[in-house]
């Protein structure tokens, strides 16, 4: 959706679609706006508790089998388990996603890794085309005048024209871009903390080949799980930059996180998507 500012300032109902790679700030200025009064549609959100539910607890229940005592109660239907995720604790969704790589240190081999990506990649194509009817959700049914659409980092990842067209004609697209501090600062994060990501399946072969290369490794299960995201973030970060981008220049609007960092309350975001419109 593009707008001229003054149409921005005049449009009653407001719908954001945040883009970026996490640790941008989405979710902070989500969170936020939360409080002010706008409707959090959180992506990540939304995929573990509609769309991969079902496959989280099986993989947790997979997981309690292997504990005789367990097992038994499991059979016997004594036990009764659920997903605990809310917009503010995603851990369940990240854990299903995995790394790849050694099943003794908690790696998934790829055939396996690879079935999970894809159930993400279908789940978030599906969350995504939600928004529309959450626009409308938002308004009618929780009374809420302001949308901002949480969406995960991947998103550029889809390669689905039909989530691009359902955002663009329904939100206005912010890509926040991270400065070249930022930028730094994300990726020694992720090096010291290095989580599940989701990896588009061409990218995935071509980078995991180099990996193995470089590290005189004959098989996946040889792979140190967290040394295989430290090494491929990097890469990942970089190759997702033009993607972002070009997102931004076809459909919506670029911010950066030195801009988002001064934004304290609504008035502030306003004011800077209002700035940036007339850019």
């Not at 588009?200 to 980078?207: A, I, M």
Request: glycine share 6%.
């Amino acid at each position: 959706m593009k707008l001229s500012s003054q149409e921005f300032k005049a449009w009653d109902k407001k719908a954001i679609t945040l883009l970026g790679m996490s640790g941008v700030g989405k979710t902070r200025l989500a969170c936020m706006l939360r409080k002010q009064h706008w409707f959090h549609y959180s992506g990540d959100y939304r995929i573990g508790t509609r769309y991969l539910d079902e496959s989280i607890l099986d993989n947790i229940k997979q997981k309690l089998m292997h504990i005789p005592f367990l097992k038994e109660l499991m059979r016997s239907d004594s036990l009764h388990i659920r997903n605990n995720i809310t917009v503010d604790n995603l851990n369940p969704v990240s854990s299903f996603l995995g790394k790849l790589g050694n099943p003794e240190e908690g790696g998934l081999g790829l055939a396996e890794f690879k079935r999970r990506q894809e159930l993400h990649r279908q789940a978030e194509i599906a969350t995504m085309k939600d928004v529309p009817e959450f626009i409308q959700k938002a308004h009618h049914v929780y009374g809420y005048d302001h949308f901002i659409n949480d969406a995960g980092g991947s998103l550029c990842e889809l390669d689905d024209p039909e989530v691009l067209k359902a955002l663009s004609e329904n939100t206005l697209i912010l890509y926040i871009k991270a400065s070249k501090n930022d930028e730094q600062g994300l990726i020694k994060r992720a090096k010291r903390s290095p989580k599940p990501l989701y990896y588009r399946e061409s990218f995935l072969d071509e980078e995991l080949a180099a990996y193995m290369s470089e590290k005189h490794l004959d098989y996946v299960a040889l792979i140190d799980p967290d040394d295989f995201v430290r090494w491929v973030f990097p890469h990942l970060f970089y190759s997702r930059i033009p993607r972002y981008e070009a997102i931004a220049e076809q459909y919506g609007y670029t911010i950066t996180t030195e801009e988002v960092t001064g934004v304290q309350d609504e008035n502030d975001f306003l004011e800077l998507i209002a700035n940036v419109l007339e850019r």
